[in-house]
């Protein structure tokens, strides 16, 4: 299954007073700026620290599915330079993960 909202994911900050809880939440949105899902702000039972932790994990979903279909797909003929291509990619969604 492929047909999930394709590109760059991004999560924004809401305000604290976003709802009756005064929780924190983080709302991910695609490039086109609409809104995928709302983090935190429904049950309000997480920090804020884990539950920013937790949109930028959602955050990062595309661009870790991307690096895993390239790792699927690797063969060791293609060489090591393409082995670094995936490698480099592999990082930059675990970071994104991490929100680093």
Known sequence: MTNFTKG?????SLPHDYDFRKGYA?????????ALAEVGHIDAIF??????ANASLIAAAPDMYEALQEAAMYHPTKGYEAWLK????INQALAKAENK
């Open 8 to 12: 760059e994911w991004t999560i924004q």
């Open 26 to 34: 983080y709302c991910i949105r695609d490039k086109r700026n609409c």
């Open 47 to 52: 920090d804020g620290e884990e539950t920013e």
């Open 86 to 89: 995936i490698q480099v990619k």
